[in-house]
Nanobody, 125 residues
Framework: QVQLVESGGGLVQAGGSLRLSCVAS????????MGWFRQAPGKEREFVAV????????YYADSVKGRFTISRDNAKNTVYLQMNSLKPEDTAVYYC??????????????????WGQGTQVTVSS
């Protein structure tokens, strides 16, 4: 089973940027599409972005399209989320996860597994 550890969260002002990292254990990282989700207080965990096995294809939630970029480095077993032009509504705990079923770009939470522990992102206005 793949284990995931996220990092890079923090407190940033609106309009600022952060880059999240997610390091995976195991030798099968490149065999999976990878995704990022987020969960704000009192809300459901929601899809943010997903990236294909090779990194050549990406898919984003409408709320982050044009501001966030997902990427991966299979040699480092790491997936990234570059977040620019941050807004207070981006405040949430951000989680990475392994795509374990379904179409590679399906945003369904049920298609993901091996969740990390999350990293807090707080955007002040």
């Amino acid at each position: 089973q793949v284990q995931l550890v996220e990092s890079g969260g923090g407190l940033v002002q609106a309009g600022g940027s952060l880059r999240l990292s997610c390091v995976a254990s195991g030798r099968t990282f490149s065999s999976y599409a990878m995704g990022w989700f987020r969960q704000a207080p009192g809300k459901e965990r929601e899809f943010v972005a997903v990236i294909s096995l090779s990194g050549g294809s990406t898919y984003y939630a409408d709320s982050v399209k044009g501001r966030f970029t997902i990427s991966r480095d299979n040699a480092k077993n790491t997936v990234y989320l570059q977040m620019n032009s941050l807004k207070p509504e981006d405040t949430a705990v951000y989680y990475c996860a392994v795509k374990v079923s379904g179409r590679w770009n399906s945003p369904s939470r049920a298609d993901f597994g091996s969740w990390g522990q999350g990293t807090q992102v707080t955007v002040s206005s």
